[in-house]
């Protein structure tokens, strides 16, 4: 059973940064097969929004209002996501959930291959992060 733990979530003043972090346990395909891994988020009275996915071979896609700001990548040997946010803003504030589905979950756009940012293609979920920026 796969378990997925999201730390590093906190307060930030606007302009700051945080890493969180997501831990997967229960998956012994994390490193070597298909799978998929995305962070997602939920404001207060909005719904969830995809924010950055990675693929187990690499490819990488963002929601268009975090590109430039937030870089998503793993540590394969530590089975763990990351997403890297810079110059928060108090829109971003929610609460940040990691996501794992295995398997291909994407699209073909211009050539190139991206990822799903959609909530439906993913399966196994975290319990969530908070973040709340300040301005």
């Known amino acids: 059973q796969v378990q997925l733990v999201e730390s590093g979530g906190g307060s930030v003043q606007a302009g700051g940064s945080l890493r969180l972090s997501c831990a997967a346990s229960?998956?012994?395909?994390?490193?070597?097969?298909?799978?998929?891994m995305g962070w997602f988020r939920q404001a207060p009275g909005k719904e969830r929004e995809g924010v950055a996915a990675?693929?187990?071979?690499?490819?990488?896609d963002y929601a268009d209002s975090v590109k430039g700001r937030f870089t998503i990548s793993k540590d394969n040997a530590k089975n763990t996501l990351y997403l890297r946010m810079n110059s928060l803003t108090p829109e971003d504030t929610a609460v940040y959930y990691c996501a794992l589905v295995i398997g291909a979950r994407g699209m073909w756009h211009g050539g190139t291959w991206f990822p799903s940012i959609l909530e439906n293609d993913y399966n196994n979920w975290g319990q969530g992060t908070q973040v709340t920026v300040s301005s």
């Open positions: 229960g998956y012994s395909g994390y490193t070597y097969s298909s799978n998929c």
């Open positions: 990675i693929y187990s071979g690499g490819a990488t």
